[in-house]
């Protein structure tokens, strides 16, 4: 059964824009906590960025604050990353995931991918300079 679904990568020039969606399903769509974690080739999974309970907290890498917004919308059950003046070094498949979490777990800081229990196949990103 599938629970997460990522869209809306594709390739951008440099100070370029690109909207990612994930859409969820079944029991994830019940999780208080989502993010959307990245993977650069030859690299380790990072979490970019994640929210927890409708956006009363949010958790953003150093990296991408500033460029970089999530947002949900519940009614339609899907998360969206907004990402503002993309850079090369954001190449990088992106992933969504979802888990029932507190605060702190979601937003207090860096999370691995496989602390969530949900987690979708990924869209990729290119940014090319």
């Known amino acids: 059964q599938v629970q997460l679904v990522e869209s809306g990568g594709g390739s951008v020039q440099a100070g370029g824009s690109l909207r990612l969606s994930c859409a969820a399903s079944g029991a994830a769509v019940r999780s208080n906590c989502m993010g959307w974690f990245r993977q650069a080739p030859g690299k380790e999974h990072e979490e970019v960025a994640a929210v927890y309970d409708r956006g009363s907290s949010t958790y953003y890498d150093d990296s991408v604050k500033g460029r970089f917004t999530i947002s949900q919308d519940n009614a339609k059950s899907t998360l969206y990353l907004q990402m503002n003046n993309l850079k090369p070094d954001d190449t990088a498949m992106y992933y969504c995931?979802?888990?029932?979490?507190?605060?702190?777990?979601?937003?207090?800081?860096?999370?691995?991918?496989?602390?969530?229990?949900?987690r979708g196949q990924g869209t990729q990103v290119t940014v090319s300079s």
């Open positions: 995931a979802a888990v029932t979490s507190t605060r702190d777990y979601c937003t207090g800081g860096p999370r691995r991918k496989n602390d969530f229990a949900f």
